[in-house]
Every structure is written in structure tokens, then in C-alpha cells.
């Protein structure tokens, strides 16, 4: 039996950081590692218990979610951590920002326990929450602000094949591992195995990141 998913919850508000820590403590396969009110103290205690994911609100005192997301996952951290961004506000504008800070996941509060938890699992495997059409219309509304400076666009320079290259196309267009096999004719399996190497080579931790790639590389309008 492999080791529970060790889970970090970061909350202003004591009746729903108590009520996460209930919810996700009772899973077999997850764990509790600590639980603190604001963005600072996150990223202390993330330091000091390593865990796999970071759930976090994104509206605290000392430090909000967005910048403690940052200092957790963002570009030129060593040790990045996985983090699931909650928030009762249903902005496109949080849901970007929280992104490009480094987050895997963003989800409201107001969600379900079954989503909540199934977001936890999915953010630590290391996939991206969002969906394919969340992510095309979420990016694509935000294109303008990360497309890519003179001189950064296009494929020179990228270490991956043209076949990878086509699969990263496809992935900023917003399709499913189902979907780019069926144009591209090759299996899910092989897909997969395309999306893991894509990831790897370009030091990205999920489908989400390697969507803002491409935009920002200029493979895709």
C-alpha cells in the first residue's frame, strides 16, 4: 500500500480550515500535515513538513494566496510544491493569476467534498485540475498578456521533437489525451507517454503550465 498523500491546508477562516481538515483527514489514502491561517505562515510550515500538496485560500492576512503560491511553486523554486488554490470568488481573474503563480489547481470553496477531494488527488498526481475547455477559454481570454516578447516566439530553440512539438499544439488548443489520439491516430497510452516526456523535457509539472508554454512561445494563437 503506497503512503497517504500528505496535505497542507492554509485558511483564514477557522470553520472551514477545520472543516477541510475533517473532510480530507478522514480519506485512507490522505493525511493531514498541517493546517495555519495565512500566506507566510504556509510557506513556513511547508518548509518544515514537505508535503505533497498545499490547499490555500487565496484572500489572507500577512501573505494572500496568490504570493505564497509563488513562494511555493512558482518559477525558479527548488523545490516546488503542488498546490490546489480554493476561493469563494469566481473570477477568471484569480483563477489566471493563481496559475501563473505556480498553482495546479484552482477550485471554489462552495464545491462539493466528492470535487474537493478528488482535486487533491489529481493536483498530487501531478495532473492539472482544470479541464481541457476551462483551460482553452482561460488562457485563450488571457493571451494578450502572455504572448511572447520579440524574439522568444516560435519552435527554435525548444528541445522537443516535431511529434512532441504537434502534441503541445494540441494540448494548448485545449483537447484531451482521448481526443489528441483520435487526431494524431495513435493510442491514449502513447499520448500519455508523449504528455509525461513534454513535461519532462520542459521542467513543467503540469497540462496547465504547458499550455502558457506554448502561448508564450507562440506555437498557438
Known amino acids: 500500500m503506497s503512503a497517504p498523500v500528505r496535505v497542507l491546508i492554509c485558511d483564514d477562516q477557522v470553520l472551514v480550515r477545520t472543516g477541510l481538515v475533517t473532510i480530507i483527514g478522514a480519506q485512507p489514502d490522505l493525511e493531514v500535515a498541517g493546517e495555519c491561517g495565512d500566506g507566510q505562515a504556509a510557506v513556513d510550515l511547508a518548509a518544515e513538513v514537505r508535503p ?7 484572500r489572507m492576512p500577512v501573505l494572500d494566496g496568490i504570493e505564497a503560491t509563488r513562494k511555493l511553486a512558482g518559477a525558479g523554486v527548488r523545490q516546488p510544491v503542488k498546490v490546489l488554490v480554493l476561493t469563494t470568488f469566481n473570477l477568471d481573474e484569480y483563477v ?3 496559475l501563473r503563480a505556480g498553482a495546479s489547481g484552482f477550485l471554489l470553496k462552495d464545491a462539493p467534498a466528492a470535487q474537493l477531494l478528488h482535486g487533491v488527488r489529481t493536483v498530487a498526481s501531478g ?3 482544470l479541464d481541457p475547455e476551462v483551460t482553452r477559454r482561460l488562457v485563450g481570454r ?3 498578456r502572455i504572448r511572447p516578447t520579440e524574439g522568444e516566439g516560435g519552435p527554435d530553440g525548444i528541445p522537443l521533437t516535431p511529434r512532441e512539438l504537434e502534441v503541445l499544439r494540441l494540448i494548448a488548443d485545449g483537447l484531451s489525451n482521448s481526443e489528441i489520439a483520435g487526431v494524431l491516430v495513435l493510442s491514449q497510452e502513447t499520448v500519455k507517454t508523449f504528455v509525461s516526456r513534454i513535461l519532462t523535457k520542459l521542467g513543467l509539472r503540469d497540462r496547465v503550465q504547458a499550455v502558457v508554454y506554448a502561448y508564450r512561445r507562440g506555437l498557438v494563437n
Do not use: H, I, K, R
Open 52 to 58: 505533497d500538496v498545499v490547499v490555500m485560500d487565496v
Open 96 to 98: 489566471y493569476e493563481s
Open 127 to 129: 495532473a492539472a485540475l
Open 142 to 144: 488571457y493571451a494578450t
